[in-house]
């Protein structure tokens, strides 16, 4: 490569310098078709688009297969809204939501640090934990019913059962993957063990408790919208499928609507806290 | 403080990682730890630093640190094994927050070890900016901020570009003139070794004893890197090495 750190035989405006005295040379082909590059807009259009297609499909007549117009929907959205149902549904699920996320994620947290932190706690715990994990939690909703009743218990129970494995195994994975050499350093400069704990895992542990956040919120949702489908009054899993047994695919529509944004205000507030958090990265 | 280490034997599990090892560290000179990859020689300076106990033998520390002395022993990593959600200040703080001194003698100590190793410039940097060298600095102040009597290092320069080393290593040794620490420095590098070693002690295949130990006569201002008793320091202990590696090579295919 000589003389190539003089003249780049490529520019960044794709000119080709010296290509005549240099016959035997070859342009370098670009490789880097997944290097992410900000495509300004596309997004937004994609959306476009997909309204324009439901808007044009349910125009020319075909509400019949059960996809309502986008202005019926706003309709119905008004409605409800004005109505205070919507208020009343959407209410009675973040509280829900809130209470078993909650519920589950201080539980986890706390039994996934001790499985992290300390031999005891992981050999105690940790085989009842991975003997829980890949039960499917809904199908722990029954026994729920059975110990608190058709009401807000059961439901706040499935949703906590849901969320507490993602969080032990965040915390968990996050506690013992802080660096080795990091806690060791630390523990050479005798410092006490509770402040290690306090500055040095539990800081490090953020990034994986973050992650685990996200994938139990998502859980979270499901099994809300699951219990909420069994002996509710409120609620938009109640919304969801009261509407479905009246055929009010307008209304149903409104749920899932609602449900959606709900998860992507979720994964928005993680974003958020990400930065926040974890502005040294 | 000198650093008696006493017929020490270590295993994990049932690999018997160092046996019967002997070895005295004199107090302020800073020694050299070669062997072959794989011998032990982390495991040595860890049983040092206490963070894990010998199977049987003693290691014992003599003497009496200096009253500046916030905590006898120090390590630096080769991975750095920085805070990353702290910055270079911060980090360096670190091994201060759990003593009882005034804010007034934290920040004092905190900005002369910032000053030695200078980087006071990057004190709000976070680790992830800075480069290599200057993530080792940021190590080293941070050990040195503790005034330490024993300082080791884990390979400490062998993630580092091959000018910067040895501006490091220059760097290391006008820290050990004005603190005059025992240095207990393991490294795979030989000539970093003939450099800024007092003493190199070359430890044999596993389980590790003390194989040879050589004294480097040649004073700091001297040792150009073409001196010639350092060149042959350099090719006799290359020669070791090789041979315990060999060594241990034909004892593999003995095995099997
Ligand atoms: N925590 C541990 N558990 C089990 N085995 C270990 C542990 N730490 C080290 N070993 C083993 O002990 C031996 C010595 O390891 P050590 O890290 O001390 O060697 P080393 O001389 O520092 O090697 P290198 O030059 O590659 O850094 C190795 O065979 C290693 O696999
Ligand atoms: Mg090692």
């Known amino acids: 490569m000589a003389g190539s750190s003089k003249v780049h035989p490529r520019t960044k405006t794709g000119s080709v310098d010296q290509r005549e005295t240099r016959p035997d040379a070859e342009q370098v082909r670009y490789r880097g078709e997944f290097n992410s590059r900000p495509v300004p807009h596309l997004s937004l259009l994609t959306l476009a688009v997909v309204l324009a297609l439901w808007w044009a499909t349910t125009s020319v007549g075909t509400s019949a297969i059960g996809v309502p117009a986008p202005y019926e929907v706003m309709t119905a959205f008004g409605a409800l809204a004005r109505n205070g149902e919507l208020l009343k549904h959407l209410g009675a699920s973040l509280q829900r939501l809130f209470l078993g996320w909650v519920l589950g994620a201080v539980c986890g947290v706390g039994v996934g640090l001790a499985i992290g ?3 005891w706690g992981r050999a105690i715990a940790l085989p009842l934990v991975s003997a829980l994990f890949p039960v499917p939690k809904v199908a722990l909703l029954p026994l729920f019913i059975l110990w608190f009743g058709i009401g807000e218990g059961a439901k706040v129970a499935t949703i906590a059962a849901g969320v507490f494995s993602p969080m032990v195994f965040a915390a968990y994975s996050g506690a013992s993957g802080v660096d ?19 500055k040095v895992i539990l800081p490090g542990t953020i990034p994986a408790l973050l992650n685990g956040c996200r994938i139990s919120c998502s859980i979270a949702l499901i099994l809300l919208t699951a219990a909420e489908m069994i002996g509710a009054q409120h609620g938009l899993g109640a919304l969801v499928l009261a509407s479905g047994n009246l055929m009010r695919t307008d209304q149903l529509f409104v749920g899932i609507l609602i449900l959606s944004i709900l998860g992507v205000s979720v994964s928005g507030i993680l974003s958020f806290l990400e930065r926040i958090l974890l502005h040294w990265r | 403080m000198d650093i008696l280490i006493d017929d020490v034997r270590h295993a994990y599990d049932r690999l018997i990682v160092l046996n019967s090892l002997s ?31 010998p199977d049987s033998g003693r290691i014992l520390t003599r003497g009496n640190p200096s009253p500046r002395t916030l905590h006898p ?13 702290r910055s270079v200040a911060k980090n360096v703080e670190l091994p201060l927050e759990h003593h009882a001194l005034s804010a007034q003698e934290r920040q004092r100590r905190i900005w002369s070890a910032l000053q030695q190793v200078k980087l006071t410039e990057f004190a709000h940097a976070y680790p992830n900016r800075l480069s290599g060298g200057m993530r080792q600095r940021t190590g080293l102040a941070r050990a040195l901020v503790v005034d330490p009597a024993i300082l080791l290092l884990d390979e400490p320069f062998s993630a580092i570009d091959v000018g910067t080393r040895e501006l490091l290593q220059r760097d290391f040794l006008r820290l050990w003139e004005d603190a005059r620490f025992t240095g207990v420095c393991v490294t795979h590098d030989v000539l970093e070794a003939t450099q800024i070693a007092h003493r190199i002690v070359i430890l044999s295949r596993r389980p590790a004893r003390v194989r040879t130990i050589f004294e480097v006569a040649v004073p700091f201002i001297d040792r150009r890197e073409d001196h010639p008793t350092l060149v042959a320091l350099q090719q006799a202990i290359r020669e070791i090495i090789r041979e315990e590696i060999e060594a241990g090579g034909r004892e593999l295919e003995g095995a099997s």
């Open chain 1, 117 to 119: 932190l300390s031999s």
């Open chain 1, 180 to 198: 080795r050499n990091v806690v060791r350093m630390a523990q050479t400069f005798g410092i006490p063990s509770s402040m290690i704990i306090w």
């Open chain 2, 23 to 53: 070895l005295d560290i004199p107090s302020g000179e800073i020694v050299c730890i070669l062997g072959p990859s794989g011998c032990g020689k982390s495991t040595l300076l860890r049983l040092i630093a206490g963070l894990e106990v």
């Open chain 2, 73 to 85: 022993i120090a390590i630096v990593f080769q991975d750095f094994a920085l805070v990353p959600w």
